[in-house]
């Protein structure tokens, strides 16, 4: 009977703390709409991964194993896995009674902050599991972000800057729901905080490209419904799309600014006019290792907060940007099994009328213009070594590259080229922590240098980053950027650029 009572005291105790916790982080989602009040958040949110940070080893590791990295944020998310529970051994006579009391108890429990937990917020009592079962993702991911600009650029003097972006997504697969065949749909809330150093670097790219939005309140980021045929061979969308991460040069080890590479000419071809608009998307995959997708996106919006622009889309001169990509994934087997690789050809058209570059002798002759802009790219992502023969095991060495290019009479980037590798796992007992290098060139147009500027020439970035697994749910990123001729100019100052990030998954 003192067991029993013992065991109804801390029923209870959790069930007053429970809502307790639940409406401290209820007031944090509503201080997030302030940009002042996330700013100081963000600092107890880098306290909190400082003290974890701290903790054993052992500590970050659950008692069914690590939980698997947050899915990239692109496309259609793949639902969260679900823990499976232990075993159960039959309960005896003396132990049912405290067992039906513990069932009863365990749906109240929150293991907020836990770090075994996949996400800050832990399981929410149990609903989180039946949303992932039920084919219903919701992530909420914030990512604040400290830079510096160290020495060179345009300026040092506070040269310093600290930003955020705070994301909610959801996909609802709505095949597994039962309600649609083939369905799915995603809707990201977004919300962001200040620039990057930029400004201060004076470069062709986003220092920090995830964070490059300035102050903005929650408003609707993308969204998009999409269809599935023929067991997937055939997939449609239509929304508001974005071509990068989530559609057209992807790429597994140099795409994702959140978890990857800060600098946006680092995670996207500069030559690329990617776009988030509203448009179609088609990919038809006839095999597993080939697949071919197109896309029409508006080509006259320039605001990618408006959820949906009618009038630009469907009035007013409507145009649209074109994209086509083939798409390769050969099964290369290796010495511990399948090395996973991607290679992209892709061709895109852009009608927007431009200035062709010519000098106008301060005006003697008349500016001409052009539009029917054309380019082509290409890319590649492979897996070239495994640390050992599990399938579900991501530890090893991968490598990137990307090139693309486009006209020289009306682009100032003509041509682009990226090259680098990733490894995870590259510490022994930190295997989900990743290391990884790139350099990416931007050249500037020669009729540009030509013409218009003649100290042009070419941007290159080198980045080094480390990643840093602390629980299922937070991550802490070092990182360095060194860009030589910024703004792609002979006489600019190469700049060295410091940042670290948190990106927290709630």
Same mark, same amino acid.
């Given at each position: 009977?003192?067991d ?45 991964? $400082? ?7 052992g ?13 990239a944020?692109? %496309? ?14 039959p ?26 937990s996949?996400?800050?917020?832990g ?6 599991p039946?949303?992932?079962?039920h084919?219903?993702?919701?992530q +909420?991911v914030y ?9 060179g ?19 609802v ?8 065949? $083939? ?5 990201? %809330?977004? +919300?962001s905080y ?10 062709l ?17 993308k969204?998009?419904?999409g ?11 239509v %929304?508001?799309?974005l071509?990068?991460i989530?559609l ?17 000419y ?11 608009a ?6 038809v ?8 997708s197109?896309?029409m ?6 605001d ?6 009618v009038?630009?889309t ?8 074109? &994209?086509w ?8 087997? $290796? ?10 050809f892709? &061709? ?48 090893g ?11 020289r ?12 590798a ?5 510490i022994?007992?930190?295997?989900n ?6 350099v990416?060139?931007?050249?500037l147009?020669s ?7 003649h ?17 299922p749910?937070? &991550? ?5 950027q060194?860009?030589t001729?910024? $703004?792609g ?11 670290l ?6």
């Open positions: 009977m003192r029993a009572r013992d065991l109804t005291k801390r029923s209870c105790r959790k069930v007053f703390i429970g809502p307790s916790l639940n409406r401290r982080i209820g007031s944090g989602i509503q201080i997030m709409t302030s940009a002042h009040y996330v700013r100081r958040s963000a600092i107890l949110m880098l306290v909190v991964g $400082g003290m974890l940070a701290c903790c054993p080893a500590l970050a590791q659950s008692q069914y194993g690590l939980a698997e990295d947050e899915i944020l692109a %496309g259609q998310p793949e639902p969260l896995a679900l823990v499976q529970d232990k075993p159960q051994t309960a005896t006579p003396a132990t049912s009674e405290k067992a039906e009391e513990k069932s009863e108890a365990e749906p109240l429990a929150f293991d907020m902050f836990s770090p075994t996949k996400r800050m917020t399981e929410w009592g149990g609903v989180r039946w949303m992932d079962s084919g219903i993702d919701f +909420m990512a604040p972000v400290w830079q510096q600009n160290f020495s650029g345009l300026d040092t003097h506070n040269a310093d800057d600290f930003n955020g972006d705070f994301r909610m997504n959801l996909n697969d709505l095949d597994k729901l039962g309600v649609i065949p $083939g369905g799915f749909f995603f809707v990201r %809330g977004k +919300m200040n620039d990057s150093v930029q400004n201060k670097v004076g470069s790219g986003s220092t920090s490209w995830a964070i490059a939005a300035g102050d903005h309140e929650i408003f609707l980021d969204w998009w419904y269809q599935k045929f023929f067991k997937d061979m055939i997939e449609i969308r %929304g508001k799309l071509t990068p989530d057209f040069d992807t790429n597994a080890y140099a795409m994702n600014c959140w978890d990857q590479f800060l600098n946006q680092m995670d996207t071809n500069s030559t690329i006019p990617h776009r988030k509203p448009g179609f998307y088609l990919k995959k006839p095999t597993d290792w080939i697949n071919f197109t896309a996106l508006n080509a006259n919006q320039t990618s907060t408006e959820p949906y622009d009038r630009t469907y009035h007013d001169n409507a145009r649209w940007i074109g &994209f990509e083939l798409g390769l994934a050969p099964a290369i087997q $290796g010495p511990n099994g399948k090395l996973p690789g991607n290679y992209r892709g &061709f895109w058209y852009d009608p927007r009328v431009t200035n062709i570059f010519m000098d106008t002798l301060g005006g003697a002759l008349s500016q001409r213009h052009r539009g029917d802009d054309v380019g082509f790219y290409t890319s590649m992502d492979q897996l070239v070594w495994k640390e050992n023969n599990d399938a579900k095991d991501k530890q060495l991968g490598a990137f590259f990307r090139y693309g290019w486009n006209k009479d009306i682009n100032r980037i003509s041509d682009y080229w990226q090259v680098g990733q490894y995870q796992g590259a022994p007992t930190r295997n922590d990743v290391v990884a290098f790139g990416g060139q931007s050249i147009s009729q540009y240098r030509h013409e218009i500027n100290f042009a020439d070419r941007e290159t970035v080198y980045e080094l980053y480390y990643s840093i697994q602390v629980t749910w937070i &991550f802490i990123t070092p990182d360095i060194f860009i001729e910024p $703004g100019l002979k006489n600019a100052r190469d700049s060295l650029v410091g940042s990030r948190v990106k927290i998954n709630l």
